[in-house]
């Protein structure tokens, strides 16, 4: 089992920043991915950004050029600098750890955390 524990959500004004935290802990593998992903009322759950342990890196389109996810393995902790904000960013931000096994993937999830961004 992972643990993700996650941080700094908040109301901010449109064009301001945040950074949000996550810490995984439990049986982590050395190979995993983590992100984060956001659902907004009313709207499916979609994929924010993401960091594989190696460093690759994937983000929304919505979101590239404002958004910058990092990672540090040491800590098993990722992050997401949030640039820009707009209105519609607000939404429940979700972290996320999962690891491939055999061609079976395996995910565990945060209980989110709030962004809201006003006009």
């Known amino acids: 089992q992972v643990q993700l524990v996650e941080s700094g959500g908040g109301l901010v004004q449109a064009g301001g920043s945040l950074r949000l935290s996550c810490a995984a802990s439990g049986s982590i593998l050395s190979i995993n991915a983590m992100g984060w992903y956001r659902q907004a009322p009313g709207k499916q759950r979609e994929l924010v950004a993401t960091?594989?342990?190696?460093?690759?890196?994937n983000y929304a389109d919505s979101v590239k050029g404002r958004f910058t996810i990092s990672r540090d393995n040491a800590k098993n902790t990722v992050y997401l600098q949030m640039n820009s904000l707009k209105p519609e960013d607000t939404a429940v931000y979700l972290c996320?750890?999962?690891?491939?096994?055999?061609?079976?993937?395996?995910?565990?999830w945060g209980q989110g955390t709030q962004v809201t961004v006003s006009s």
């Open positions: 960091i594989t342990s190696g460093g690759r890196r």
């Open positions: 996320n750890y999962n690891t491939e096994r055999l061609l079976r993937r395996t995910d565990f």
